[in-house]
C-alpha cells in the first residue's frame, strides 16, 4: 500500500488529485469535495504537503473533520470513501470522490453562503452562472434548437474578428438582456460552437476548434 501512495503522490497535483498538510477548517474540505463531485471526481489526500512530502496527520480528529465537511457543510451531501495509509511511518488519509449525478455541489463557507466549485488543473474555482446553468442543462434530456438572430449572429462576427469576449462584452454589443444573453451562451456552449476559457482574469468566450476550422475552410 506504500507503494501505491507513493506512486499516486508522484503524480503531482492535478484536475483529480490534491493534497492537504493537514485540515484547520472542514469548509476549506468541503470546497474540494464540491469541486470533485462537480467535475470530473478525485482523490484528496490528507496529511501531505503541497511538495509531496509526507506529514501525516491524527486519523481519528481527520476523519470527524473530513465526515462534517461532507456531511454539514456539503449540499447535497457528497458521498465520500475513506482509506488509510501508513507511509513512513506516518498516517496519510485518501478521500475518494466520485463526479455526482445531482450537481450543482455547495460547500459553505466562511461568510455563510453556499457556492458551488468546479476543478480547474489542480485549482478549485467558483462556478458562475454560466456553469450552474450548464450544467442543468446538460443533465436535462431536453434537446437544444438554436435560431440565428442578430444577437447570434453579432456575436459569431465579433468572435471571427476579436477571437474573445467576456459574458458583460457580449451583453454589451448585443444590447439584450441578463437571461437572454445567458441562455444564448449555454446554448451554444452545449452546441458546441462557443468554448470557454478559464484564467486568472477569469471567463471568456470563443469559437470553438471545429467552428473556428469550418471559417478557416475556403468557400
Known amino acids: 500500500m506504500e507503494?501505491?501512495?507513493?506512486?499516486?503522490?508522484?503524480?503531482?497535483?492535478?484536475?483529480?488529485?490534491?493534497?492537504k498538510y493537514c485540515i484547520s477548517d472542514s469548509r476549506k474540505i468541503a470546497r474540494t469535495l464540491s469541486a470533485f463531485a462537480n467535475t470530473e471526481g478525485g482523490k484528496l489526500l490528507i496529511g501531505v504537503r503541497d511538495n509531496g512530502?509526507?506529514?501525516?496527520v491524527r486519523s481519528d480528529e481527520e476523519y470527524y473533520m473530513i465526515e462534517t465537511a461532507s456531511g454539514?457543510?456539503?449540499?447535497?451531501?457528497?458521498?465520500?470513501k475513506i482509506r488509510q495509509h501508513i507511509a513512513e511511518g506516518k498516517t496519510v488519509l485518501e478521500v475518494d470522490v466520485v463526479k455526482g449525478d445531482?450537481?450543482?455541489?455547495?460547500?459553505k463557507g466562511e461568510d455563510g453562503k453556499w457556492v458551488a466549485y468546479f476543478r480547474h488543473g489542480d485549482q478549485n474555482l467558483a462556478a458562475n452562472n454560466i456553469i450552474l446553468s450548464l450544467w442543468r442543462r446538460s443533465e436535462s434530456k431536453k434537446g437544444v434548437?438554436?435560431?440565428f438572430a442578430k444577437p447570434e449572429n453579432e456575436l459569431m462576427e465579433n468572435l471571427r474578428k476579436n477571437e474573445t469576449i467576456t459574458f458583460s462584452g457580449f451583453r454589451?454589443?448585443?444590447?439584450?438582456?441578463?437571461?437572454r444573453a445567458e441562455k444564448i451562451i449555454v446554448n451554444l456552449l452545449i452546441c458546441k460552437v462557443l468554448e470557454m476559457n478559464i484564467s486568472e482574469k477569469g471567463f471568456t468566450y470563443s469559437l470553438?476548434?471545429?467552428e473556428k476550422d469550418k471559417n478557416a475552410k475556403p468557400d
Open 72 to 80: 454539514l457543510f456539503c449540499k447535497p451531501e457528497i458521498p465520500i
Open 208 to 210: 470553438s476548434r471545429n
Open 102 to 107: 445531482k450537481r450543482p455541489y455547495l460547500s
Open 172 to 179: 454589451k454589443l448585443a444590447r439584450i438582456p441578463y437571461y
Open 145 to 147: 434548437l438554436i435560431r
Open 53 to 56: 512530502s509526507v506529514a501525516g
Open 3 to 19: 507503494k501505491y501512495l507513493k506512486n499516486l503522490i508522484s503524480g503531482g497535483e492535478g484536475l483529480n488529485l490534491d493534497f
